[in-house]
């Protein structure tokens, strides 16, 4: 992913989502990673619900559609699709687990554990790296 | 969506990405819209293999917790997920068959 800003000037800065730490602050969900150009430099992105929300509204718009339908190659978009359906599972399951009680949304996330919490998208270290991408 | 990096000093960028215009170039999806608080333009460009990763950081459990707190949201997504889906596989349908056609000789 590219990110340019005016206060970047000419620069524009390049993250692999794949090497994304994810964590919840509260009322945010807290991406950090270090980008690999310009340079290895640290970058957080904290997102709130309606960040998340607008996140979904752009997966499911005719710019999408569009976009998945001619760039991707159909395993690809199975690969998604099978995100989005665990997303979908997930969420409901926290929902209806809170519902009846057994689940407490506010507290970290001890009653489901997951591979992810221990495998590429725990927190890495932020340190500098050079020649990568 | 609050944005930070080091290339950035110690300014933080408030995004709202409700707001951002979306466009398709030829290789990426491209966002852009304006940084009200300091006037500032922005862009980002999304590739497919980013696009998978948003997916699994939507997935994650941490993630899927968080939004399972707030009200009113499962339910539409799944339902605008029930009206994209047809569309999207009508339209790989489209571009796929476009793609296999033999080219046609003017006579």
């Not at chain 1, 409901?92 to 998208?121: H, K, N, Y």
């Not at chain 2, 300014?11 to 304006?34: C, Q, T, W, Y």
């Not at chain 2, 699994?56 to 949201?73: D, S």
């Amino acid at each position: 992913m590219k990110f340019w800003s005016e206060g970047l000037g000419k620069k524009e800065l390049v993250m692999d989502l794949r090497e994304t730490a994810l964590d919840r602050e509260g009322e945010a969900i807290i991406l950090t990673g270090t980008t690999l150009e310009p340079a290895a430099w640290a970058y957080k992105v904290t997102m709130c619900h309606e960040d998340w929300n607008a996140v979904l509204k752009t997966a499911t718009s005719a710019e999408a559609c569009a976009f998945l339908s001619t760039s991707l190659p159909i395993g690809k978009i199975l690969d998604m699709a099978l995100w989005i359906g665990k997303f979908v599972l997930r969420t409901a399951a926290f929902r209806i687990g809170s519902t009846v009680g057994m689940v407490a949304l506010d507290e970290a996330p001890a009653q489901f554990p997951s591979r992810e919490d221990r495998s590429a998208l725990a927190p890495i270290e932020t340190s500098a790296r050079g020649g990568r991408g | 969506m609050i944005v930070w990096s080091k290339g950035l000093g110690k300014k933080s960028l408030p995004i709202e990405l409700d707001k951002s215009r979306l466009s398709v170039a030829d290789d990426h999806l491209f966002m852009d819209g304006n940084i009200e608080e300091v006037c500032w333009d922005y862009s980002m460009r999304l590739y497919p293999q980013d696009l998978g990763d948003f997916m699994r950081l939507l997935a994650h459990p941490k993630t899927a917790r968080f939004m399972a707190k707030q009200r009113g949201v499962l339910l539409p997504f799944v339902w605008r997920l029930l009206r994209f889906t047809p569309v999207l596989v009508a339209a790989i349908f489209k571009v796929r068959v476009r793609k296999a056609a033999p080219a046609r000789v003017q006579p």
